[in-house]
């Protein structure tokens, strides 16, 4: 059973900045890449940014791009978003997930190209 984890959410004012991460365990799985989604309340789940482990390209939603930075320091295992300049429209629950689809357009965040799911972390940015 594969599991991923994200930590790392909380309250922040806007201007302000948060670090998630994400760890996965369990049985071994080859993931081709992970990325980052969030949901706000009576929204859809949309794609944040992404990272494909092979290249160790990065993608980034338009609304993130310059503000947010996705990394990881042992791929396929770890993965952070490092988040700033927060804006309250940045609240949401964010989840991490892994793909292990080899040819998946990172770009296009489709949620239906990513395999696991973690339960998801809190972000609130007050104004």
């Known amino acids: 059973q594969v599991q991923l984890v994200e930590s790392g959410g909380g309250l922040v004012q806007a201007g302000g900045s948060l670090r998630l991460s994400c760890l996965a365990s369990g049985r071994t799985f080859s ?3 992970m990325g980052w989604f969030r949901q706000a309340p ?3 789940r949309e794609f944040v940014a992404a ?10 939603a338009d609304s993130v791009k310059g503000r947010f930075t996705i990394s990881s320091d042992n791929p396929k295992i770890t993965m952070y978003l490092q988040m700033n300049s927060l804006k309250p ?17 990172y770009l296009a ?7 696991y799911w973690g ?9």
């Open 42 to 44: 009576g929204k859809e």
């Open 51 to 60: 990272i494909r482990w092979s290249s160790r390209r990065t993608y980034y």
């Open 89 to 105: 429209e940045d609240t949401a629950v964010y989840y991490c997930a892994a793909s292990t689809s080899s040819g998946i357009d």
């Open 109 to 115: 965040g489709r949620p239906n190209d990513y395999d």
């Open 31 to 33: 993931s081709y890449g």
């Open 119 to 127: 339960q998801g972390t809190q972000v609130t940015v007050s104004s």
